[in-house]
């Protein structure tokens, strides 16, 4: 057995967890018996900040990144993050698979929602209100463009200017994505315009798309030769609660937030009770098919089953479920033993037909199981002990050292690059900021550091909460915000997150 293993296998029988108290207020034997839990060689909150800074941040603060107007981010940029013309693409975009180059020409709102989230992100760990600015523009662009006042919904994509397609057509994942946005700028700002605007979607999705027979969100609603409206899928109900719903349900004002708390359970019932396969550790990704219950299926991956034990996980903590977080927790500590590989300490991505770990590396997916195992470890150590190596092959493998961002994935025995298109309808700066975030708060949490982040609400005495973590706000400091009148730069500092 390699090192590394024997520190894992040792960890996992030292570590039954920490009780909260000690947790939001260790003394010292305890914060001691923390420290000597997790590896020394987990990266620092301060790795995380260079690694945005350094390897994340110049693909998107440049010209080509922002769009014509700004705020009108583009789909499609190069991997040299320029500016591209479709009729003559670039080789990595012309050698692209067919489902990427099937969709030249569209410029999809989704992409743009998350673009808005990396400037949010940014703003969020460095202050810069350049980065602010940024994000602005981008929920500007979606709320004077992107939003049909008409019915509530918000367009998908648009294509010669024109937006698509039909309302009812928009898959309920798309609308969740429109959300993204907005609702970290909101979670930055409070800015109650763009809440009017979260609330009429949200209004949309929950009215329009759920279907009262399955107690579950539609993909679409529109009938079409294709039977999409019968379609059951997992992140319609999934993506509600990452893109939005969890960011934003704690901070809302009291009666609201009672609402927005029993659409996470109803949300969470549906996707353990139609969704999740107990004995397996594992997420459907679809289930209108009884063939795509199968491993290899659709949609089921590491990736998925990791978000949708992290959500759960998460929604049992904030609701004080109980029985919820205990079984998140359960299946996430399986899911990443299953995904784990401890010959090259990398996360696989998948399980095959036979029931095999895919080796092969996804962005996505590869940053959805680290952050599930850093959530883990704030109160599990244990769980914090594959993480010295999986983060190492990001930082060294899946970033692009010459013209930054990461790579879609890694395969081949070697775990070589894919040096295909670094961002296009599916990929952007969405998974980059958030695995960044993620690592930066839990690391600081378990190295025993405070977190600091920074806000942009009206009211200096706003309350403030650390993503999607609870934690001890522990000071805050407040001055004038350029370009924001009104707003103020608030600087806060928490420690004790779980």
């Known amino acids: 057995m390699s090192k590394p293993l024997v520190l894992f296998a040792s960890l996992l029988l030292l570590a039954p967890g920490l009780p909260a108290r000690a947790q939001l207020a260790p003394g010292p034997r305890a914060q001691a018996q923390v420290l000597a839990q997790v590896p020394a060689e987990l990266p620092t909150g301060e790795r ?25 981010f583009p789909t499609f940029r190069g991997n040299d993050g320029k500016a591209v013309d479709l009729a003559k693409p670039p080789a990595e975009l012309a050698d692209a698979p067919g489902w990427i180059r099937a969709e030249f020409g569209r410029e999809y709102v989704r992409m743009k929602s998350r673009q808005t989230y990396f400037y949010g992100v940014a703003y969020h760990l460095t202050g810069d209100p350049k980065m602010l600015e940024l994000a602005r523009d981008g929920v500007t662009f979606i709320r004077s463009k992107a939003l049909d006042p008409a019915t509530g919904s918000a367009v998908s994509w648009f294509e010669k200017g024109e937006p698509k397609p039909e309302v009812l057509a928009r898959t309920s994942q798309d609308l969740a994505y429109a959300e993204l946005g907005m609702a970290m700028y909101w979670y930055l700002t409070r800015d109650e315009a763009v809440l009017a605007d979260i609330r009429r979607l949200k209004a949309h999705i929950f009215t329009q798309y759920w279907n009262p027979d399955w107690q579950a969100l539609r993909w679409v609603v529109k009938e079409d030769a294709d039977k999409s409206q019968l379609r059951q899928e997992l992140v319609a109900q999934l993506d509600q609660v990452n893109a939005y719903l969890l960011l934003m349900t704690p901070l809302l004002p009291a009666k609201e937030r009672q609402a927005w708390t029993a659409d996470l359970k109803r949300l969470a019932e549906v996707m353990v009770k139609d969704y999740h396969e107990a004995d397996r550790h594992l997420f459907w990704g679809t289930i209108h098919d009884p063939a795509q219950k199968r491993l290899g299926s659709r949609h089921t991956d590491f990736g998925h089953t990791a978000k949708a034990y992290w959500m759960l996980e998460r929604i049992g903590r904030l609701t004080g479920d109980r029985a919820l977080a205990d079984l998140a927790t359960t299946g996430a500590k399986a899911v990443l033993k299953q995904a784990y590989l401890p010959d090259s300490g990398t996360w696989g991505s998948r399980l095959g037909r036979d029931g095999s770990v895919d080796p092969g590396k996804e962005w ?51 775990f070589e690059p894919w040096e295909g298109p670094k961002i296009h309808q599916w990929k952007s700066g969405y998974h980059s900021a958030e695995h960044a975030l993620v690592g930066y708060l839990t690391a600081q949490a378990l190295h025993h550091q405070p977190a600091v982040l920074y806000f942009a609400p009206k009211d200096p005495k706003a309350v403030l909460r650390p993503y999607v973590f609870d934690g001890r706000l522990a000071k805050r400091t407040s001055r004038s915000l350029p370009g924001f009148p009104g707003h103020r730069r608030v600087e806060a500092t928490f420690i004790g997150l779980k």
């Not at 995380?48 to 009108?72: K, M, Q, V």
């Open 48 to 72: 995380w900040l260079r690694h945005f800074r350094e390897d994340l941040l110049p693909f998107w603060n440049i010209p080509d990144a922002w769009g014509s107007p700004r705020g009108d």
């Open 364 to 414: 996505w997916i590869y940053a959805e199981l680290d952050q599930l195992a850093e959530t883990l470890a704030l109160r599990d150590p244990a769980q914090a002990a594959p993480l010295p190596r999986t983060t190492a092959f990001w930082f060294t493998r899946m970033v692009d050292p010459l013209n930054h961002e990461v790579w879609g994935g890694a395969g081949g025995p070697d």
